[in-house]
């Protein structure tokens, strides 16, 4: 392939493209960079870029692009997915402002009654997945909801942390 001065090219083995300004020898020459440096390259390094091909239109205006639509189904799956879990916070904070004056035995049952009521809500629901905030703790609320899960006879798995737990339908 020959090259003349005021060559448009782009390097093979950078994301860098130039103008040809001097050509040293037929093996040889000098492009100023968009960076504006002068740099000496071999013409194996360098491919030129014919005019009225360096724009998107220059190879057509209608054509399907294969994997745009597939970027686009995995996007809309991931937001399906997203869109079929519920998280339930069972610290008794969220659930009510009077906690001082309750008993321990008093906050446990207010939480596991909102667990069930939520349990029964999801299981009737288009929902797929229910992480369930039982806190980390003494684990006594744990040991209580995972009870009532294996009463619904649902699948469940512990957090890494231990703070949730995963029900999976």
């Not at 189904?73 to 659930?95: A, G, P, Q, Y």
């Not at 890494?160 to 999976?168: A, F, H, L, P, Y």
Request: proline fraction near 1%; glycine fraction near 6%.
């Amino acid at each position: 392939m020959s090259f003349f001065i005021g060559d448009t090219v782009l390097f093979k083995s950078e994301d860098q493209h130039g103008i040809i300004t001097k050509l040293n020898s037929p093996y040889k020459v000098t492009v100023k960079t968009s960076d504006g440096f002068e740099v000496l390259v071999s013409i194996n390094d360098l491919v030129r870029i014919e005019e009225g091909t360096n724009h998107p239109d220059a190879y057509g205006r209608n054509f399907h692009i294969k994997d745009v639509s597939k970027t686009v189904n995995k996007s809309n799956k991931d937001k399906t997915k997203n869109n079929l879990s519920i998280k339930i916070d069972l610290h008794i904070e969220l659930l009510t402002t009077h906690f001082n004056q309750m008993s321990n035995f008093e906050i446990v049952t207010m939480q596991l009654d909102f667990c069930h009521k939520k349990i029964n809500e999801f299981i009737n629901s288009k929902y797929h997945t229910l992480i369930i905030v039982h806190g980390i703790g003494s684990g006594l609320l744990k040991r209580e909801v995972h009870k009532l899960l294996n009463n619904y006879q649902l699948r469940f798995f512990l957090s890494k942390d231990g703070g949730s737990t995963q029900v999976i339908l």
